[in-house]
């Protein structure tokens, strides 16, 4: 089966790092355009950022742009997101996606709903 598991959310003081991961089985890795994102309390899941196979070509929401990096290690099939200068406004659970490969990267980020496979989230907190 096709799955994805995240690890590395937790609570973490405005300003400080936090290093997402998401394993991946039952699929190649490379096969997929991969993603990151993340749902705050009464608001739409979102995209994060989402890289693409075909070229690594990758997309940061506005908001994110600057301070986080997406990363994949096809070796160990997993999806990195690394987060730095975190805010309050960070605070969310964040997911990892897969869709087969056959749209860019801002595709897969922007239009959620059409994701078929998504991990079970891991809670980022950032508050002092």
């Known amino acids: 089966q096709l799955q994805l598991v995240e690890s590395g959310g937790g609570l973490v003081q405005p300003g400080g790092s936090l290093r997402l991961s998401c394993a991946a089985s039952g699929f190649t890795l490379d096969d997929y355009n991969i993603g990151w994102f993340r749902q705050a309390p009464g608001k739409e899941r979102e995209g994060v950022s989402c890289?693409?196979?075909?070229?690594?070509?990758?997309y940061y929401a506005d908001s994110v742009k600057g301070r986080f990096t997406i990363s994949r290690d096809n070796a160990k099939n997993t999806l990195y997101l690394q987060m730095n200068s975190l805010k309050p406004e960070d605070t969310a659970v964040y997911y990892c996606?897969?869709?087969?490969?056959?749209?860019?990267?801002?595709?897969?980020?922007?239009?959620?709903?059409?994701?078929?496979?998504w991990g079970q989230g891991t809670q980022v907190t950032v508050s002092s």
């Open positions: 996606a897969a869709r087969p490969a056959s749209n860019t990267a801002q595709a897969m980020c922007t239009f959620t709903s059409r994701i078929r496979y």
């Open positions: 890289i693409s196979s075909s070229d690594g070509r990758t």
